[in-house]
């Protein structure tokens, strides 16, 4: 059974920065893409940052871009989202997610991710 852990949320200053975590278990985590997805209250939820299974390609929202890095420690089963510059937008529930398919490498789209943790906030205050 594939579990998603986040960890790493909490408030931070406009400008600042965070890192996120996500430990997974359950399967060979080296052969499946990863994702950060994030839901803000009253928006709906978009994907911010894709990293394929091998880790050599990534893809990030418009919104994030040049800000927030995703990267794979596959030795540690874990992702992580390093997020700088950070902007009160980006204020929300920030959650791990995981394909069903392994080897993917292309970006799926939100609802190309099969398998969610349950989630942590982040809080960015003006």
């Known amino acids: 059974q594939v579990q998603l852990v986040e960890s790493g949320g909490g408030l931070v200053q406009a400008g600042g920065s965070l890192r996120l975590s996500c430990a997974a278990s359950?399967?060979?985590?080296?052969?499946?893409?990863m994702g950060w997805s994030r839901q803000a209250p009253g928006k709906e939820r978009e994907l911010v940052a894709f990293i394929s299974w091998s880790g050599d390609s990534t893809h990030y929202a418009d919104s994030v871009q040049g800000r927030f890095t995703i990267s794979r420690d596959n030795a540690k089963n874990t992702v992580y989202l390093q997020m700088n510059s950070m902007e009160p937008e980006d204020t929300a529930v920030y959650y791990c997610s995981t394909t069903k398919t392994p080897y993917t490498r292309n970006w799926p789209g939100l609802y190309g991710m099969d398998y969610w943790g349950k989630g942590t906030l982040v809080t960015v205050s003006s």
């Open positions: 359950g399967r060979t985590f080296s052969s499946y893409a």
